[in-house]
């Protein structure tokens, strides 16, 4: 399975996933009905399956996530909506119908794909749970994301850069339609992101950016290895780029 998340920290301190999640929610529901099962694939913490619950009253969400924390942490968000959620324990990268009983009539995801190297089995898993025509609608870190941090990453320590793949528009095209995708569009989004100098720049780095490579460090050495990258990079601030991309199950 995927590494585990500090997810109570992660809720509190991802107000940028969250605010960008709010427009993939908009771009999704104008897409519905309003009374559909929806898979939220990596639902995190629930900051936005909540906002998902809220824009579909008469709809069902399957909260799928591979971090056991941030499945507690969404139970507890999204209690007050009772059994219209289901909380799903799953491997995005692997084949998906075991886990999720039933079809689906649409997918959601906000940052969360370029956790995963290979798209081309990620979106035919995603094809094979959903019915024809339903939409998928999704929004992850996509090429030239973090690219300050990753520099500065390649300079410290191993020189490890990270577990992450940030693809381009073009490659995501053709592994959508070749798993059966139609109406496909995928576009790149710079989204410079600034945040609050000293410890809540750090706790943004220690928790949304750099956990992969603090679980290779011993704990003594992890605070310090913070620090060494806030210090090198030359603002508090995040180059983020982000990969849209909006398809039509096909026939």
Same mark, same amino acid.
């Given at each position: 399975m995927p590494r585990d998340w500090d997810a109570r920290t992660y809720d509190?301190?991802?107000?940028?996933?969250?605010?960008?999640?709010?427009?993939?929610?908009?771009?999704l529901v104008e897409?519905?009905?309003?009374? +559909?099962?929806? *898979?939220?694939?990596?639902? &995190?913490?629930?900051? $936005?399956? +909540?906002?998902? *619950?809220?824009?579909?009253? &008469?709809?069902?969400? $399957?909260?799928l996530d591979g971090s056991p924390s941030m499945l507690d942490q969404a139970r507890r968000r999204l209690e007050p909506f009772g059994d219209r959620v289901e909380f799903v324990h799953a491997d995005l990268r692997g084949p998906l119908a075991a886990a999720i009983p039933g079809p689906l009539d649409a997918v959601l995801s906000t940052a969360t794909f370029h956790w995963i190297h290979d798209h081309a089995a990620l979106y035919r898993h995603l094809a094979a749970i959903v019915r024809p025509g339903g939409p998928l609608v999704a929004q992850y870190g996509g090429a030239g994301n973090t690219a300050s941090v990753r520099a500065v990453l390649a300079t410290i320590g191993d020189g490890w850069t990270g577990d992450v793949f940030f693809?381009?528009?073009?490659?995501?095209?053709?592994?959508?339609?070749?798993?059966?995708?139609?109406?496909?569009?995928?576009?790149?989004?710079?989204?410079?992101?600034r945040f609050e100098p000293g410890e809540p720049f750090k706790a943004f780095l220690r928790t949304v950016i750099l956990g992969a490579h603090l679980a290779r460090l011993p704990e003594a050495e992890r605070d310090a290895f913070v620090d060494e990258v806030a210090a090198r990079l030359p603002a508090a601030e995040i180059d983020y780029v982000r990969l849209n991309v909006t398809a039509r199950r096909g026939a």
């Open positions: 509190a301190v991802a107000d940028p996933q969250a605010r960008w999640g709010a427009t993939v929610v908009d771009r897409r519905l009905e309003g009374d +559909e099962r929806v *898979l939220d694939a990596g639902c &995190g913490s629930g900051r $936005v399956t +909540e906002m998902l *619950l809220e824009r579909l009253p &008469g709809g069902r969400i $399957v909260a693809a381009g528009p073009d490659e995501t095209r053709g592994w959508l339609a070749h798993a059966g995708w139609e109406d496909i569009e995928a576009w790149l989004q710079p989204e410079p992101t």
